[in-house]
Antibody
Framework: QVQLVQSGAEVKKPGASVKVSCKAS????????IHWVRQAPGQGLEWMGW????????NYAQKFQGRVTMTRDTSISTAYMELSRLRFDDTAVYYC????????????WGQGTPVTVSS | QSVLTQPPSVSGAPGQRVTISCTGS?????????VHWYQQLPGTAPKLLIY???NRPSGVPDRFSGSKSGTSASLAITGLQAEDEADYYC????????????FGGGTKLTVL
């Protein structure tokens, strides 16, 4: 069965960087884009971008360009999202999600990684 | 401010029918892009509920249905049950600078 398993909770200081991992299993990793979506406390879902695990191509939401980097390691079927120059308002749960091929929707989600930015 | 507009909350008694609207624009829903819906139970990750406007993934009860017309879409839930209490999000594709994937702000469904 398809599973996306994310790394554990993080606490970071303002100005630092955080790198969250998302390990995929149960399907061909290179066959589906991986998206990253975040959710601040009590707020809605916010799309951050995607990575094509096959080519490494990325597409970032304009809001995060210059601060976010999405990478992957195909040898271990894992995608990564690194967010730099963290601010207090980056405190959120970060989700990875698999895009169904050609459908522009997200059919499987990771369990979420809480990231807290605190001094 | 979300690109897609949803009501912040809706409510209904057990057994009733409720609908949740999702309004977009000419760069997303109105451009013909599909609308998808997700259910987020408290403390859990979102789960795909409806894809491509009207389709239910395997395992989703037929009490849930979706529709789309013009620049809007709707999610209908019939025979409300206590376990339906959750947040619901619509999502589409957007061809403007807003982003590739856009979400609605979410609707909190309360089962009275």
């Amino acid at each position: 069965q398809v599973q996306l398993v994310q790394s554990g909770a993080e606490v970071k200081k303002p100005g630092a960087s955080v790198k969250v991992s998302c390990k995929a299993s149960g399907y061909t990793f290179g066959g589906h884009y991986i998206h990253w979506v975040r959710q601040a406390p009590g707020q809605g879902l916010e799309w951050m971008g995607w990575i094509n695990p096959n080519s490494g191509d990325t597409n970032y939401a304009q809001k995060f360009q210059g601060r976010v980097t999405m990478t992957r390691d195909t040898s271990i079927s894992t995608a990564y999202m690194e967010l730099s120059r963290l601010r207090f308002d980056d405190t959120a749960v970060y989700y990875c999600a698999r895009e169904t091929r050609g459908g522009y929707y997200l059919d499987y989600w990771g369990q979420g990684t809480p990231v807290t930015v605190s001094s | 401010q979300s690109v897609l507009t949803q009501p912040p909350s809706v409510s209904g008694a057990p057994g009733q029918r409720v609908t949740i609207s999702c309004t977009g624009s000419s760069s997303n829903i109105g451009a013909g892009y599909d609308v998808h819906w997700y259910q987020q139970l408290p403390g859990t990750a979102p789960k795909l509920l409806i894809y491509a406007n009207t389709n239910r993934p395997s395992g989703v009860p037929d009490r849930f249905s979706g529709s789309k017309s013009g620049t809007s879409a709707s999610l209908a839930i019939t025979g409300l049950q206590a376990e339906d209490e959750a947040d619901y999000y619509c999502q589409s594709f957007d061809s403007s600078l807003s982003g590739y994937v856009v979400f609605g702000g979410g609707t909190k469904l309360t089962v009275l």
